[in-house]
DNA sequence: CCAGGATAGATGAGCTGTCAACAATTTCGT
DNA sequence: ACGAAATTGTTGACAGCTCATCTATCCTGG
């Protein structure tokens, strides 16, 4: 119908919408849950999962800011704000002296510890128990190839 | 095997993580090419095109926060700082006296028209192309799925 | 071996989001 | 009809994010 600014299908512009529409609800009950049942945000939260997942508990400042696919600037202030609050502690890389590695302190795994059971509660509950497993691998497959479409696409 | 803090399986976990990477990094792409292409943010952009799709550009306060899944005080702050630069107004609402419609001013129409066709673009090459329709399909099926299943839960 | 460029990360200013408290209606129970 | 509770939206303080800039180290060609 319409020649020069290519829109969207319906069935196009709807999956895209709904698509936005629950990632913004789920994170928005996600965020206000880890905040309410720890004393952290959702930010620290991840940073620690990344850490602890990892073997030693240790990994490159650069490689945990694509990681979560982060800003080395959000990154760096976030690294400084939990360090300030003894979650996670700057090391120096001797391999590379421009480097840091991110460790995650006691306290950082004695937080995660007590703060990812009610969760990954709240992530099954709002999200896995509502999908069949079938669609969630959909999902994930989903996921990777937009992944790894946009790897290759400039910009 | 592990009874008491039922953790997900290995693929919702890869599920789980392959989702919230991806939109992590398609929104990083695409709020930063939205900066760079016209003079909006994100935010923005999605509360002009949200108010310019309704009917007459006019949105009930709380039903246009509801709509991109915002907090209303997020909304509030929004909608002042675009109404301090032209791009919405507030309307007194005539049947309920607390109420406000925002309404998407000329210069709002403006640049929404003239940030769509290549966000729209943006969109497509990094999400739709990497897609199937019938992958497309999918998606927005488990997006309302976990929609109406979250607005079925507590909290 | 050294000059120029690339990479790792930090920093500060300014904008954006969150939380809690607030004011102004409207609605509801009795 | 009247007081309590709920709804609509705003505000201010503070926390978090972005962008540009800066330092320090590393790599590469000549």
């Known amino acids: 119908m319409n020649a020069t600014p290519r829109w969207l299908t319906s069935e196009q512009k709807a999956a895209w919408d709904s698509f936005i529409r629950m990632h913004e ?14 004393h952290m945000s959702a930010a620290d939260y991840i940073v620690l999962a990344k850490l602890t997942e990892a073997g030693g508990g240790r990994i490159r400042f650069l490689d945990l800011a ?74 994930a497959r989903i996921s990777d190839r937009v992944i790894a479409h946009m790897e290759k696409q400039p910009d």
């Open 25 to 38: 609800k789920l994170m928005g009950r996600l965020t206000r849950q880890v905040r309410a049942d720890s």
């Open 66 to 139: 694509k990681l979560v696919e982060w800003e080395k600037s959000r990154m760096s202030h976030q690294v400084g704000r939990m360090a300030k609050r003894g979650l996670v502690a700057r090391e120096e890389c001797p391999e590379d002296g421009r480097g840091a590695f991110i460790v995650a302190t006691p306290a950082g795994y004695q937080a995660i510890e007590e703060a990812a059971p009610v969760h990954v509660e709240h992530v099954r509950r709002l999200f896995i128990d509502a999908l069949t497993q079938e669609e969630l691998d959909t999902l």
